[in-house]
């Protein structure tokens, strides 16, 4: 129990104790004023019944406001709930949307990592297609050349047959 419920306690327990102690005084009967007239009741019942009463009241205020609180705390219990879960939501989407700018930026990153190599090797490519087609002239150069050569050795030769005989 907290301090103030023992405290309380037990000041209610004192004065439980000391109205059956003095319960004959307290229900002897007086002259009361009630401003307008006067009449003979017993003033410390009066008084006792007053305080109860009171004390009642204040009490029924206290649960009232512990209940208002409690109302409160949960309210704001539910509405935490529901602001964490948007948080959480947009937490969530935010990473999603960094997963797929990272994919994004990773596939832009291995596609010119391959690309330099894509590109040499392309050029090696046309470096080989251009050397193949330089051999390939070069070698026609030279059978034509040989060719021609040929010719005038077969042209040498008849000439030399032909003044021979």
């Known amino acids: ?7 309380l ?4 327990g004192l004065l439980l104790v000391f109205t059956l102690a003095n319960w004959s005084a307290i229900t002897a009967p007086t002259q009361v004023s009630l401003l307008v007239a006067r009449i003979d009741a017993p003033l410390g019942l009066i008084l ?6 009171t004390t009642l009241v204040f ?11 409690i109302m409160e705390t949960r309210r704001a219990a539910k509405e935490l709930a529901a602001q964490r879960a948007l948080a959480d939501e947009a937490e969530a989407s935010r990473f999603t949307e960094l997963r797929k700018h990272l994919d994004v930026r990773l596939d832009r990153l291995q596609e010119e990592m391959h690309s330099p190599e894509d ?3 392309a050029r090696i490519d046309r470096l080989e297609a251009a050397l193949r087609e330089h051999i390939d002239h070069a070698g026609n150069t030279l059978a034509a050349y040989i060719g021609e050569v040929d010719d005038r050795v077969e042209r040498l030769g008849d000439g030399a ?5």
Do not use: D, E
């Not at 129990?1 to 405290?7: F, H, N, S, T």
């Not at 006792?48 to 009463?53: A, S």
């Not at 029924?60 to 208002?68: R, S």
């Not at 047959?161 to 005989?165: C, H, L």
């Open 1 to 7: 129990m907290k301090v103030r419920a023992i405290v």
């Open 59 to 69: 009490l029924f205020l206290m649960v009232y406001q512990q209940a208002g609180a």
């Open 48 to 53: 006792l019944i007053f305080l109860v009463v």
């Open 161 to 165: 047959s032909v003044r021979r005989p």
């Open 9 to 12: 306690s037990i000041l209610l």
């Open 119 to 121: 590109a040499l090797s």
